[in-house]
């Protein structure tokens, strides 16, 4: 079953009807397109973007989100304050005012920074050099992805001996979160089309349900099973022994292993660490920051209340109780089983870390 609801103009052999692109660069508008994953899965609503506010707020929102789909739009963001500078009249202090703001939208997933950075110093060769290498970030993330996939399930399959494997996943990390494939969704897709993959627990990730909105979505269009359950039924599906891994995706991951990744991973890793069995971080290399040492040098961004103090709209604390809504946590290195990147493998609980992969 596909469901292939988000309309893409990318015609690339290696695309299938079933690969979601949440940001791409319409030529045609001049504008980044996204598809707004606030409205799934009930509605496929797209939003052309042609201002770094409109960006910044497409970010905070969440419209546009996970780590690698983040550096894509930071990428793309400065090819936005370019053209808006352009429109506007802006001098070059304004422009890079308007880069800034877009580079610090959301301070967790390093991968923003990093697509800024990465096509920053090309300002100087002009705007289409800029959208040039912000569109060979998305293949770079593509390809990586299908890479790092393939190198977490054959490090699976070597240490489980079932016929077919059952998976618990936290947040989205799919082609939603990335230019496509996926990072930890993207390992249960490659164990899923060599036939080894049984069931996926998908944790419905409080509180905006990227779990059960976006991640039960891209599983159901791939036909892959799976169940959405509470978080708070995390730890007991993993200590009652009913999966064999746990595989997230992150936001950043330290010079040490340390990974920031959607509030709750810290949970099932705790939980597959008493259970003996492992978590796999699945990311592209752009999600490791070599230049923060550990974890406690990550900033873990603290959302609105507002999210977790009202349900569909309605007040659900009393009035004047206060929320405390950090969006990440960090899973320290000694209960990171394995990082999987498209540089290779690292095992931190067993002493490798990404600086061994630099
Ligand atoms: O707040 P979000 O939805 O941007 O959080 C996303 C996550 O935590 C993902 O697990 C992470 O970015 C990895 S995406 C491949």
């Known amino acids: 079953m596909c469901l292939g609801v988000f309309v893409t103009n990318d015609q690339r052999p290696d695309r299938t009807a079933c690969d979601l692109v949440p940001i791409a660069w319409d030529e045609v508008a001049g504008a980044v397109r996204l598809l707004d994953q606030t409205a799934?899965?009930?509605?496929?609503?797209?939003?052309?973007?042609?201002?770094?506010?409109?960006?910044?707020?497409a970010?905070?929102?969440?419209?546009?989100?996970?780590?690698?789909?983040?550096?894509i739009a930071g990428?793309?963001?400065?090819?936005?304050?370019?053209?808006e500078a352009a429109r506007e009249g802006w001098d070059?202090?304004?422009r890079d005012a308007a880069i800034d703001a877009v580079r610090g939208a959301r301070p967790t997933a390093v991968n923003l920074a990093w697509g800024v950075d990465q096509v920053r110093p090309l300002l100087g060769q002009?705007?289409?050099?800029?959208?040039?290498?912000?569109?060979?970030?998305?293949?770079?993330?593509?390809?990586?992805?299908?890479?790092?996939?393939?190198?977490a399930a054959d490090w699976l399959l070597e240490r489980i001996d079932r016929p077919r494997l059952r998976a618990i996943t936290h947040c989205n990390a799919g082609a939603l979160a990335t230019a496509g494939w996926g990072t930890a969704l993207g390992v249960l897709r490659d164990l899923h089309e060599r036939g080894r993959l049984e069931l996926v627990y998908a944790d419905e990730t409080r509180p905006l349900l990227q779990g059960a909105r976006l991640t039960a979505y891209e599983l159901a269009a791939l036909g892959i099973p799976h169940v959405v359950q509470v978080d708070s039924a995390a730890s007991s599906t993993i200590l009652r022994g009913l999966v064999d891994f746990a595989v997230v995706g992150a936001d950043r991951i330290a010079a040490n292993g340390d990974t920031a990744n959607k509030v709750g991973t810290l949970g099932l890793a705790l939980a597959c660490d008493a259970a003996g069995i492992?978590?796999?971080?699945?990311?592209?290399?752009?999600?490791?920051?070599?230049?923060?040492?550990?974890?406690s040098g990550i900033v873990?961004?603290?959302?609105?209340?507002?999210?977790?103090?009202?349900?569909?709209?309605?007040?659900?604390?009393?009035?004047?109780?206060?929320g405390f809504n950090p969006a990440f946590d960090v899973t320290p290195s000694r209960w990171v089983s394995v990082i999987a990147t498209e540089r290779g493998v690292v095992e931190p609980a067993h002493g490798t870390t990404p600086r061994d992969l630099a």
């Open 40 to 57: 799934l899965p009930g509605r496929a609503d797209q939003r052309l973007v042609r201002s770094t506010a409109d960006l910044v707020q």
């Open 59 to 71: 970010i905070a929102e969440l419209a546009v989100r996970g780590a690698p789909s983040l550096g």
């Open 75 to 83: 990428a793309l963001g400065v090819v936005v304050a370019v053209d």
């Open 92 to 94: 070059e202090a304004r």
């Open 126 to 151: 002009g705007r289409d050099a800029v959208l040039a290498a912000a569109l060979a970030l998305t293949e770079d993330n593509l390809a990586a992805n299908r890479e790092l996939s393939r190198r």
């Open 278 to 295: 492992p978590l796999v971080v699945a990311a592209p290399w752009s999600t490791v920051d070599l230049s923060t040492a550990d974890g």
């Open 300 to 322: 873990v961004e603290q959302r609105g209340s507002q999210e977790i103090l009202q349900w569909a709209g309605e007040r659900t604390a009393p009035e004047g109780t206060q």
